[in-house]
């Protein structure tokens, strides 16, 4: 992706980013407002020059070698998490690289990430599959006990909560159900795992559907290209 773009650019975005939030956030009864992680699996070094002078803070990665390639040029501008497909053989490369996974989805790589996580451990999101379709990563909802069993029994692989991705979708209103499911499974777990993890995070909207998530309790908001394109696409929402 070769738009040229300014810091400027993304500062205009990303308020009306969080304008849209605002407006969510009354009409869900929230106080708390939620993180904005900006994807950043399209910008070149350029761009993230940009990302870094408007004011962003929080950016995320697909893949463990663009992670290196990025964090070898802007270091701990960000801080950094890595929401893509982890596969078992790159946790080496991304657990100390990261402050956050959001995409932890088998036992086998819970076990892999408690190997390579520092003394102090490691934190995750597990990824639920609500929607069910068969082209997404994710545990069944039945599945997810099984995993944070699995996080605890590790002694270094701490949830923090959950992450999904919903369909995608001309009508943010018809992947609302994917969102509510998603904080009904937390807030159900969460009462029996206090004890171990708090599970407060949820990770869950995109450029797309924000609005509709941050109704439904999301508290990390990933958007990416909303704020580098030239078409309008971060507009303002009203919700209707």
């Known amino acids: 992706m070769s738009v040229r773009i300014s810091a400027s650019g993304i500062r205009e975005r990303l308020e009306i980013v969080r304008e849209n939030i605002a407006r969510a956030m009354e009409r869900g ?37 663009d ?5 070898e040029l802007f270091g701990d501008a960000f801080e950094w998490h890595f929401i893509g497909h982890l596969q078992r053989r790159k946790a080496r490369i991304v657990v100390p690289r990261v402050t956050l996974i959001h995409s932890v989805d088998s036992v086998r790589l819970i076990e892999e990430i408690a190997r390579r996580a520092p003394e102090e451990g490691a934190d995750v999101l597990l990824q ?23 996080a605890a029994a590790s002694g270094k692989v701490r949830v923090r909560g959950f992450m999904t991705l919903a369909p995608l979708v001309e ?67 009203d919700g209707s």
Do not use: C
């Open 29 to 65: 009864g929230r106080r708390e407002w939620p993180r904005i992680l900006v994807a950043t699996k399209y910008y070149g070094p350029e761009q993230i020059s940009a990302l870094r002078e408007a004011g962003v803070g929080l950016v995320g990665e697909n893949r463990a070698q």
């Open 67 to 71: 992670l290196v390639q990025k964090q």
């Open 128 to 150: 639920v599959n609500v929607s069910g379709e068969e082209s997404k990563y994710g545990v069944e909802p039945g599945e997810v006990e099984r995993l944070l069993e699995a």
């Open 171 to 237: 009508d943010p209103e018809n992947v609302r159900y994917v969102f509510a499911q998603l904080r009904e499974i937390r807030d159900r777990l969460r009462r029996s795992w206090r004890p171990h993890f708090d599970l407060s995070e949820l990770s869950m909207g995109m450029s797309n559907d924000y609005p509709v998530a941050v109704e439904e309790g999301s508290t990390l908001v990933r958007v990416g290209r909303t704020l580098i394109e030239e078409d309008g696409s971060a507009r303002r929402q």
